[in-house]
């Protein structure tokens, strides 16, 4: 379903059906580690192996950098982070947060208006089709091989390579008294987890989502996470589903199922806003059956 290419040198003013490659366009899904791994997999299908002839990098600091001649060799992530790998010793990290977007444009296409003012990147490859970074946040242009300067402090990753499963559950059982949900969201812990996986992780393995971190079986919850994430990453299937349905409503345990009753016991799940006035509107769901333990903070 795309609109008819215009002729050479007369951009469209918009083209909304050209896939936008941004977290958000399989199923809606949050950007979590899974999530900004398959966007990652996406970009190398259409950047990796091509040069870049213009670049336009709309960050204050980054303003008088460009990147034409580089060549783009792949992606690689790090929990919700990004790293555009480029020729010359030369990685663009990214991070998505909540909204961020990619898209890749067919030659002489443009994004729709609306998302022009938060265009943050422009390159134009060797190929004609641009790339487009929209709402990108904490953009920085580092050396390859000083990657650690914008990734150093995150803890173990299960999607990458060099994921150490004991040194994730050390940092863990570190967080002592630190609710299980906040212990999990800390990416320099165990890193990858956003708010749908630590809900669905808490449901899972039995226990109040306030319940001190060091009170619970850390090894075989991050066996668990791993396995999620992983499965979520690179299966076939939707993502983030953890119920094994993908039926609308019974994707997951208790995220996003407040007011409704459990899937296993039937009584009402419950919400709580995880922190008052949060920007992110992060709530906590839980089975106050299925998950006992401490309530949560008045
Ligand atoms: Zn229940």
């Known amino acids: 379903m795309r ?48 040069t870049v002839v213009r670049s336009d990098l709309r960050h204050p600091r980054l303003a008088t950098r460009d990147l034409a001649g580089c060549s783009v060799l792949g992606h690689v992530t790090h929990g919700k982070h990004l790293l555009t790998r ?25 994004l729709p208006p609306m998302l022009m003012p938060h265009v943050r990147l422009v390159l134009t490859l060797d190929t004609k089709e641009t790339v487009w970074g929209v709402r990108l946040h904490d953009l920085a242009l580092v050396r390859t091989s000083a990657e650690h300067e914008v990734v150093g402090h995150l803890g173990p990753d299960p999607l990458r390579d060099d994921y150490d499963p ?22 320099r812990r165990l890193c990858g987890l956003g708010n749908l996986w630590v809900n669905e992780l808490a449901f899972l393995v039995g226990t109040s989502p306030w319940t001190p971190v060091r009170d619970v079986d850390v090894e075989r919850l991050v066996h668990r996470a791993a396995t999620m994430l992983r ?3 690179h299966g076939p299937g939707r993502m983030q589903v953890t119920t094994g349905s993908t039926r609308p409503g019974e994707e997951h345990w208790v995220s996003g199922r407040a007011g409704r009753p459990c899937r296993r016991c039937g009584t009402v799940v ?8 949060d920007a992110a509107r992060r709530r906590t769901w839980w089975c106050p059956v299925c998950q006992p333990g401490p309530p949560p903070p008045p």
């Open 3 to 50: 609109s008819p290419p215009t002729g050479p040198g007369s951009p469209s003013p918009a083209d909304p059906p050209e896939p936008v490659v941004g977290a958000h366009t399989d199923d809606g899904a949050v950007p979590e580690g899974d999530t900004v791994y398959r966007l990652a997999r996406r970009l190398d299908r259409r950047l990796a192996g091509h």
């Open 86 to 110: 480029l020729s010359g010793d030369l990685t663009l990290h990214s991070h998505l947060r909540m909204d961020g977007e990619w898209s890749v444009t067919r030659p002489g296409r443009r």
């Open 166 to 187: 004991g040194e994730a559950v050390r940092r863990l059982y570190a967080g002592g008294d630190l609710p299980l949900v906040a212990a999990l969201l800390d990416q």
């Open 231 to 233: 499965r979520s990453a």
């Open 270 to 277: 419950r919400v709580v806003a995880e922190i008052p006035g």
